[in-house]
T-cell receptor
C-alpha cells in the first residue's frame, strides 16, 4: 500500500496563476482532508470530504476549491494564486470520524510558493 | 485564541532523559491525537486518546478530560526522537469533523 500520496511535492507559482494539487489514498478511506501548515501556526483545515461526491468547508476555505469525484482522490484547486497561499499543504485521510478508526493518515506534503 | 496550546515550544534534552510535552485544549472533544512530524516534513500518528493512558514502546500518552489536558512522555530519549510533536483534538458536536492543532513542540535530543 502506498498510503496517502500527494503530487506535486514542490511548486512555484506567480500571482494569479492556477494549479491543482492531487491527493490519492489506497486505503478505501471515506474521509479526506486538506490542511495548510504555516510557520508558528498549527495545521489548519481548508476543506474536507466525508465521501465520494461530497465536500465541505473547513476553517480557512477562501481562495480554494476542492472536488472528490472518485473515492480515492481529493483535489485541491487554487484558481488565482496569491502570496498569502504560500504554505505547505498536507492531505490526510481516515476511515471514519469515530472510535479507533478516526486516526488520520497524512501525505508527505506539497511545498507551494507564490511569488 | 488557540483552541489547543502546547508547552514547551522548544525542548532540548540529553540522550536518556525523560521528556514531557504538555497539551491543553479549550473545546469539547471526542478524541485527542498526538502526531510526530519529522524534519523531512512527514506526519505520522502516534496515539489517539479519549480517556486514560496509552503506551507504545518508550512513548506514553495520558489525558485528563476534566482538566482538558494531555501529556506525552518519552522515556530514555534518543536522538532519533528528535522531531516536532503535535497535539490535535477532534471537536464534538456540529463541528465534529473539525480538527484543531497545536503549533507543535520541537524536540532535539543530543547524543
Amino acid at each position: 500500500n502506498a498510503g496517502v500520496t500527494q503530487t506535486p511535492k514542490f511548486r512555484v507559482l506567480k500571482t494569479g496563476q492556477s494549479m491543482t494539487l492531487l491527493c490519492a489514498q489506497d486505503m478505501n478511506h471515506e474521509y479526506m482532508y486538506w490542511y495548510r501548515q504555516d510557520p508558528g501556526m498549527g495545521l489548519r483545515l481548508i476543506h474536507y470530504s466525508v465521501g465520494e461526491g461530497t465536500t465541505a468547508k473547513g476553517e480557512v476555505p477562501d481562495g480554494y476549491n476542492v472536488s472528490r469525484l472518485k473515492k480515492q482522490n481529493f483535489l485541491l484547486g487554487l484558481e488565482s494564486a496569491a502570496p498569502s497561499q504560500t504554505s505547505v499543504y498536507f492531505c490526510a485521510s481516515s476511515y471514519s470520524t469515530s472510535g479507533k478508526n478516526n486516526e488520520q493518515f497524512f501525505g508527505p506534503g506539497t511545498r507551494l510558493t507564490v511569488l | 485564541k488557540n483552541e489547543v496550546e502546547q508547552s514547551p515550544q522548544n525542548l532540548t534534552a540529553q540522550e536518556g532523559e525523560f521528556i514531557t510535552i504538555n497539551c491543553s485544549y479549550s473545546v469539547g472533544i471526542s478524541a485527542l491525537h498526538w502526531l510526530q512530524q519529522h524534519p523531512g516534513g512527514g506526519i505520522v500518528s502516534l496515539f489517539m486518546l479519549s480517556s486514560g493512558k496509552k503506551k507504545h514502546g518508550r512513548l506514553i500518552a495520558t489525558i485528563n478530560i476534566q482538566e482538558k489536558h494531555s501529556s506525552l512522555h518519552i522515556t530514555a530519549s534518543h536522538p532519533r526522537d528528535s522531531a516536532v510533536y503535535i497535539c490535535a483534538v477532534r471537536s464534538r458536536g456540529f463541528w465534529r469533523n473539525q480538527f484543531y492543532f497545536g503549533t507543535g513542540t520541537s524536540l532535539t535530543v543530543i547524543p
